[in-house]
């Protein structure tokens, strides 16, 4: 049974959240007329490091207009009225072409199944053929409820059997010299659009590579960035939903950045005083690369975390990025992230 929160209700109708929908993209928080929208700790909860969900809702002047469910490219917002969900074309979600198997084109040969970044495909009846053929008898089963519509699948397909609808055409922009390449946008696309390259010794290599046509052009990468180095801009909403150009007007341009939603907390006793935390952090090492080649003693100031008398300090949490970075990297579980409570 997939987790449910009701946000609000006026009247007969109410605004549902659903969590495992949710894939941190912010662009219900751009259409939201009102700001009633909270999103932030887009990399720890992609991490799985933080226990709280991408969206939080401020509940002061919401009126249940339904923009940010109309816009969501996942139905992870639902308006329901009487108990019945409103979704139809004029929700992007609902316009949507749901993701298709020819099964007479299909082979069988699992491709999609092996790629898919959400595994929402899946064998369903597969069996070596009864009729005397060297081949697979079944269907390729698709979970709709976690699709994202990337491609992938389809991308792959040697029999052109899968046909996807993508949610936006959009534009991707990296700022090599910002980003720290800590992963934390890797670990959060939806779509396996991002990635670091392998490298041989002395080469060098882009920080983060992006893989054009698998993009969804969602933002999530952008929300999660804990340096601000990555810019998504959304051009255009494929899917052919009623007022698309309205709509289009109110999502375009960069993605929101993200609201601070957790809070570091530490362990003196447990910390082993190793200063790896210090030295990952993307703020810390963005702020002086002398410190992100690993000098941990020769700089007397940090923005964010510091090895002070043995033991792990926060300098300041309005800075953290909530990626959760510091959080893997210790050695001793003496760092992690908590909620913190929006006004």
Known sequence: MMRELLLGTKDDRSQVYLPELCIGCGTCVKACP??????????????GLID?????????????????AKVCPTGALDFRKAGKSERDDSYLFGAMKL???????????GLCIDLCP?????????KLA???????????????????????????????AIAVEKPFSGEFSRDEAVCQACRTCVDTCPAN??????????EIVEKVSHRKDACIYCGACSMACPVGAITVNKTAILPEMKKKRSFEKMISGPSPRPSLTSRLETNDERCLGCGNCVIACPVNAFSDPYLAAGHLNELDKKPLLEVTNGSIKVVNQDVCGSCATCSMICPADAIWLVKKEVA
């Open 118 to 126: 959400q595994g929402c495909l899946s064998k369903d009846g597969w």
């Open 52 to 68: 709280k969900d991408f969206l939080e809702k401020k509940n002061r002047e919401c009126n249940l207009c339904a923009l940010c």
């Open 34 to 47: 009102r700001g009633e929208l909270i999103i932030g700790s887009v990399g720890a909860v992609s991490r």
């Open 99 to 109: 993701t298709a198997v020819d099964h007479g084109k299909c082979v069988r040969c």
């Open 193 to 202: 659009a991002l990635f670091n390259k392998e490298w041989k010794k002395g």
């Open 130 to 160: 009864e009729d005397g053929r060297l081949g697979v008898e079944g269907k390729v089963g698709v979970d709709l409820t976690r699709c994202v519509h990337c491609g992938w699948c389809s991308a792959a397909c040697p029999t052109g």
